[in-house]
Structure formats: C-alpha cells, structure tokens
C-alpha cells in the first residue's frame, strides 16, 4: 500500500465534499440534480449515499471523477486526502480515475468491454497505470481475480464477460477496479442486479477487500437492507438534497427525517406477510420440534387446498428443455416439477438466476414448449398443445413482465397497449372498449389522462402499473408476474406489492409470483415453491417454508436475506457463515 494511502487515511477525511451542486441543461435551462452537497469518508470506513432514482445520488458521485456529460455544470469543491480534483486537466484527472479512485457500476455487462477477455481488460489496466511487462501484468490479474474468490481465475481470465454469471462479471469487474490499490472505491448500486445469495457474497468480499486495502467506499443505493449489512455511516438524499445523515447505527434506530422513516418502512422483511416477524437466525436452526411444527403446517396446507375446487394450474412430472441449436446440444433447463395452483391462489416461485425459474412461468403459458409430462391450465392441457389452442388459453392467463419499459411498445400510447389485448381478442371495441381502459386504469390508480401518454413519459413504477393493467384487460383467472418489483425502488416497489395484493383481493385471481426475493414473496404468497438447478428442493405453505426451512438451500436463500437493522444483520450474517461452514466440513 502507498505512503499517500496511509497518509490520507491518517490525517483526516479521505474524501471531502463542499458545497458540491450539480445543474443539467434542458431546453434552455438549469435543472438542479443536486444542491450544495456536504460530506466526507475516512480510509476504510464505508458511507452509503441512499435515495429513490431522481434524488442525485449517482450524478453527484459521479461528478467527483468529471463523469458527467457536456451539458452539466460542476460547483463546489472535491478533494481526496487533501488535493483539489476540482479544475484538474484531462490528464491529471485520468491518472486520478483508475489509479486513486475506482468505479463498481450496477451492469457489468455493460462497463465490461464484450469484445475482450477479462484478463485483457485488467491487464490493460495495470499497463497504463504502472507500465508493467505482459507477464508481470498477467501474474497480477490472475492473483487479483484469485483474491475476489472466483472458483477458477485462469478461465474467467480466458473468457468473454458474457461467458460468465453476474455474480462472477461483478467480481471481474471489482479485480479490475481494485487493481491499482484506490484509494476510494465508489460503489454505484453493486448489487442490485444479482441474487441475494450472490449479493450477500459479493456484500462480504467488498468488506474484506475494505479492510485489507483500507480503502474508503462510496455506497451508492437505495436498499436499506445492503446499507445495515455494509457501511458506517449513511447520508439520505431526496430531491438533490440531504435530509439525514448520521452513523447507521443511530439513523436505523432513531430516522428523524419522514422521508428516511419511509424508505426504511417500505423495505419489505421476512415474516411481514402474516404481521408475524419471523426470528429468521432462529429458523435456520432445524430441530425435532421444527420438524413436527413444519409437518403439521403441511398438513393444513393439503386440508385448506383441498376445498378450493379444481387447480388453475398443474404440473405433472413436467420437464422443459431448450432445443438442440447447431453445435449446442439441447439444455434440459426444467426437470420433474410438480405442482398445483389453485383458484384465488398466491403461489410464489423462489430461486437464483438459472434455477429455472422463469422458464417455468413461460412454459405455463405455452412460450416454451414441454419436453416431458403434463401441463394443465385452466383445465387445458398445453403439453402439445397447437396454436388455436394457445390462443384460448392466452385469454385466462395475463402475464407482467420484469422490465416495463422493454414489454411496453414505444410507439403506441399506454391506452392503447392496455386496450390492445381486448381488442385483439374481440373482447371489446369502440366505446366499450374505451370505458374498459378508462376502468382498469382506476384500477391501477393512475390517471385516466395518462391514456394519452408514452411508456417514455412516465416512471418505472408508473409503466408497471401499466404492465399490471394490460395483463388484467381480459380478466385472467391465472397471473404470471415474472420478476414485477425487481427494478423499482424500494419505496415504488412497495405500492406495487400494494396495488397487486389489492387487486388479487378484489379479483380472485390465481398468481404465480416469480422472484429471488423470499422478503417480497412472503408479503403476497399463500405457499412458496423453491427452485435450484432445474429442479424443485421444496414446496409448502409461506410461514412453513419460512419459519422451518428443511432444505439447506432454502436456508441459504433466506440467510442472505439482508434486513434494514444493523444489530439483526451482524447476526443474520454470522447465523450464515456458520451454515455455510458446516456445509463444507460436511461434504
């Protein structure tokens, strides 16, 4: 470690900020995205910048290293272990990035560059910086994708970023940034795209990176629970401005500023779902008498279904398979899923990237076809089912997709895409269908002036509403919400969760609500399915699934959870270190 690094980090604040503002130009004029900032972080301690999408905390970050575009104005004063980067020439200001402060972006698939090998990226990095030879340069990529823990570094090193996961793009992308021993590591939104087992992993290696380094870290993001499992201090941002700070500790425990109070009351935490707050390090420890209780939840749960009538949904020994392409064998993606949905039902399907998941919500409405064993919806059988077939069934299902703004059709305003399923179908037309649109936007509680507006002129909560509205047009008496809440805020996603469990009341329909996120699950599901590798580990009522996990990997899944309480998460964190460690000495 550098004699500047350590000096920085003894003689007071690493970074400061003073007074820093940040103006765009549009049509004309100056739009504040952030006011006269004031902060400062100490070399190995962390500072979360937290607040919904629009308050200003990624412009302002990346206004420290002059990221910004030409139609911004920079005020006010940045200065890392007491030198002015204010004003600094092009090239000073390079050597800065990379060298002394380095950047985690939320998609590694795009900050990564896709025409190069990983280990060409990061040998690229020390050459410029340090001058190294290849082999020296070579030497210390692998050594640095070693100490991120990828499984094997000589193959992420040889391989393409989209030959990876995003779990192990993410970690080549933080070898990459910490390959010149920064000073500072700001962390824009690091986890937000990944599992939470991934997440939590990724959460313990910036910790252990902090301390070895001791680096500072700039925690860019909205979730409260990322903030409790990570950093020291937190500052809240609303509108450009800061409207709390303080250490986590005392702002977690004591929010004086109402905004903070919301933010941190619309995290959603296991255990919510049935007003009952689950003591989830309790829960991973499986003994005689959580065996019995899960057994007798199991049984209630088979006696309550029973009275429900004939499934929405049902899968028989059902296995998926994605076609053979070229010289890329066939992928048996859905392997022996069984399972039912029945009417007014809530079913939520849980697992990580790849488990499956999705394919199985796709197949439900014929978007995949079935390799093995019987599929029934709404009464049909879709195993081999033909196109006029599919077209039937595609009237009793409604799908929501993850990302509105790609499922809604930029052209057409968002009246139109929520007529357009009616109209297609014959559903309705002309006034009807008018008075139809008009209605199911009341539903979804956005105004019925919006009927004229673009996807592009709303915000992401607001496209999902619409998303929710055109999924609900033909009235389906089967739902299949892949992923809905993934991509708003915090505080956006809790409204969602709100207006779908409203409407699911009102309604009746059966839901197959698919997410990684157990917290989310639990506020809407009346059972939990849990997935790995293709394959269905457990099934059972939400509180037994929850309260008395018997899988191991379903106690994975829930001890990566994080929470928005300090204390709770130190021990949540040490509760799955634990588990995880038994797991290795049993194998």
């Given at each position: 470690?550098s004699?500047?690094h350590?000096?920085?980090?003894a003689t007071?604040?690493?970074?400061?900020?003073?007074d820093?503002s940040?103006?765009?130009?549009?049509?004309g004029?100056?739009?504040?995205?952030?006011?006269?900032?004031?902060?400062?972080v100490e070399?190995?301690?962390?500072?979360a910048?937290?607040?919904e999408?629009?308050?200003g905390?990624?412009?302002?970050?990346?206004a420290i290293l002059?990221?910004?575009?030409g139609n911004?104005?920079?005020q006010?004063?940045?200065k890392l272990?007491?030198r002015e980067?204010?004003?600094?020439?092009?090239d000073?200001m390079r050597r800065v990035?990379?060298g002394?402060?380095?950047v985690i972006?939320?998609?590694?698939?795009t900050?990564l560059n896709?025409?190069y090998?990983?280990?060409?990226?990061i040998?690229?990095?020390?050459?410029?910086?340090?001058?190294?030879?290849?082999s020296?340069?070579r030497?210390?990529?692998l050594e640095l994708l070693?100490?991120v823990?990828l499984p094997d570094p000589l193959k992420?090193?040889n391989s393409?970023?989209h030959?990876?996961?995003?779990?192990q793009?993410?970690r080549?992308m933080i070898?990459?940034s910490?390959s010149c021993?920064?000073k500072l590591l700001i962390?824009?939104?690091?986890?937000?795209?990944l599992?939470?087992t991934?997440?939590?992993?990724i959460?313990?290696?910036?910790?252990?990176?902090?301390h070895?380094?001791?680096?500072?870290i700039?925690l860019i993001?909205?979730?409260?629970?990322?903030?409790?499992?990570?950093?020291?201090?937190?500052?809240?941002m609303?509108?450009?401005e800061?409207v709390?700070?303080g250490t986590?500790?005392?702002?977690?425990?004591?929010p004086?500023?109402?905004?903070?109070?919301?933010?941190?009351?619309?995290?959603p935490?296991?255990?919510?779902g049935?007003?009952?707050r689950i003591?989830?390090?309790a829960a991973?420890r499986?003994?005689?008498t959580?065996?019995?209780?899960?057994a007798?939840a199991a049984?209630?749960d088979?006696?309550r279904r029973?009275?429900?009538?004939e499934?929405?949904?049902?899968?028989?020994h059902?296995a998926?398979e994605?076609?053979k392409?070229?010289?890329?064998?066939?992928?048996?993606?859905?392997d022996d899923?069984?399972?039912t949905i029945f009417?007014?039902?809530?079913?939520?399907?849980?697992g990580?990237s790849g488990?499956?998941?999705t394919?199985v919500?796709?197949a439900?409405i014929g978007?995949?076809?079935?390799?093995?064993g019987v599929?029934t919806v709404?009464?049909?059988?879709?195993?081999?089912?033909k196109?006029?077939?599919l077209?039937e069934?595609h009237k009793?299902?409604?799908?929501?997709?993850?990302d509105?703004s790609?499922?809604?059709?930029p052209?057409l305003?968002i009246?139109?895409s929520?007529?357009?399923?009616?109209?297609l179908?014959?559903?309705?037309?002309g006034?009807e269908?008018?008075?139809?649109v008009?209605?199911?936007l009341?539903?979804?509680e956005l105004p019925?002036a919006?009927?004229n507006?673009?996807p592009h002129?709303?915000?992401?909560g607001q496209?999902q509403?619409?998303g929710i509205?055109?999924?609900?047009?033909?009235?389906?008496k089967?739902?299949?919400?892949?992923e809905?809440?993934?991509a708003?805020d915090?505080?956006?996603?809790?409204?969602?969760?709100?207006?779908?469990?409203r409407?699911?009341?009102?309604l009746?329909f059966a839901?197959?609500?698919?997410?990684?996120?157990l917290?989310?699950?639990?506020t809407?599901s009346?059972r939990?399915?849990?997935m790995?590798?293709?394959?269905?580990?457990?099934?059972?009522?939400?509180?037994?699934?929850?309260r008395?996990p018997?899988?191991?990997y379903t106690?994975?899944l829930?001890?990566?959870v994080?929470?928005p309480?300090p204390?709770?998460?130190?021990?949540?964190r040490?509760a799955r270190?634990a588990?995880?460690?038994?797991e290795?000495?049993?194998?």
């Amino acid at each position: 470690m550098s004699a500047a690094h350590e000096h920085g980090a003894a003689t007071g604040p690493l970074l400061e900020v003073t007074d820093l503002s940040v103006d765009f130009a549009v049509d004309g004029f100056w739009v504040p995205a952030a006011k006269k900032l004031n902060y400062a972080v100490e070399g190995g301690k962390a500072l979360a910048i937290v607040g919904e999408s629009g308050s200003g905390k990624s412009a302002s970050s990346m206004a420290i290293l002059d990221l910004l575009p030409g139609n911004a104005r920079i005020q006010g004063s940045v200065k890392l272990a007491g030198r002015e980067l204010r004003g600094l020439r092009p090239d000073a200001m390079r050597r800065v990035r990379g060298g002394d402060i380095a950047v985690i972006f939320q998609e590694p698939m795009t900050a990564l560059n896709p025409v190069y090998t990983v280990g060409f990226q990061i040998i690229e990095t020390l050459r410029i910086h340090f001058g190294m030879s290849p082999s020296a340069a070579r030497e210390r990529a692998l050594e640095l994708l070693d100490m991120v823990e990828l499984p094997d570094p000589l193959k992420a090193f040889n391989s393409y970023p989209h030959q990876l996961s995003g779990g192990q793009r993410q970690r080549a992308m933080i070898a990459q940034s910490i390959s010149c021993d920064p000073k500072l590591l700001i962390a824009d939104e690091p986890t937000t795209a990944l599992d939470v087992t991934v997440q939590a992993e990724i959460l313990d290696l910036m910790r252990d990176l902090r301390h070895r380094l001791n680096s500072a870290i700039l925690l860019i993001t909205h979730d409260m629970g990322v903030v409790a499992d990570l950093a020291d201090d937190i500052v809240v941002m609303r509108q450009g401005e800061i409207v709390e700070r303080g250490t986590v500790a005392g702002v977690f425990a004591n929010p004086t500023h109402p905004y903070t109070q919301q933010l941190l009351g619309a995290v959603p935490r296991i255990g919510d779902g049935d007003g009952t707050r689950i003591d989830t390090t309790a829960a991973l420890r499986a003994d005689t008498t959580a065996i019995e209780l899960a057994a007798q939840a199991a049984e209630e749960d088979v006696q309550r279904r029973a009275s429900l009538g004939e499934p929405v949904l049902s899968f028989e020994h059902v296995a998926i398979e994605y076609p053979k392409r070229g010289r890329v064998p066939a992928f048996r993606a859905v392997d022996d899923a069984n399972f039912t949905i029945f009417p007014g039902e809530v079913v939520g399907l849980v697992g990580e990237s790849g488990s499956g998941k999705t394919t199985v919500g796709r197949a439900a409405i014929g978007l995949i076809p079935i390799a093995d064993g019987v599929a029934t919806v709404v009464g049909r059988d879709i195993s081999h089912a033909k196109r006029p077939l599919l077209r039937e069934v595609h009237k009793d299902v409604g799908i929501v997709f993850q990302d509105p703004s790609s499922s809604l059709n930029p052209r057409l305003p968002i009246g139109q895409s929520i007529g357009e399923p009616m109209l297609l179908s014959g559903a309705a037309k002309g006034r009807e269908l008018d008075a139809r649109v008009e209605e199911l936007l009341d539903a979804v509680e956005l105004p019925r002036a919006y009927r004229n507006r673009y996807p592009h002129e709303l915000s992401g909560g607001q496209k999902q509403r619409v998303g929710i509205a055109r999924a609900l047009s033909l009235k389906p008496k089967l739902l299949i919400a892949d992923e809905p809440t993934s991509a708003l805020d915090v505080s956006v996603q809790a409204t969602v969760l709100e207006l779908m469990r409203r409407l699911q009341n009102e309604l009746g329909f059966a839901c197959l609500f698919i997410s990684h996120d157990l917290a989310v699950v639990d506020t809407l599901s009346d059972r939990i399915i849990v997935m790995q590798h293709g394959k269905i580990v457990e099934q059972g009522a939400t509180g037994q699934i929850l309260r008395h996990p018997r899988d191991p990997y379903t106690q994975r899944l829930i001890a990566a959870v994080p929470v928005p309480d300090p204390v709770e998460q130190k021990l949540r964190r040490e509760a799955r270190q634990a588990l995880l460690a038994a797991e290795r000495d049993g194998q």
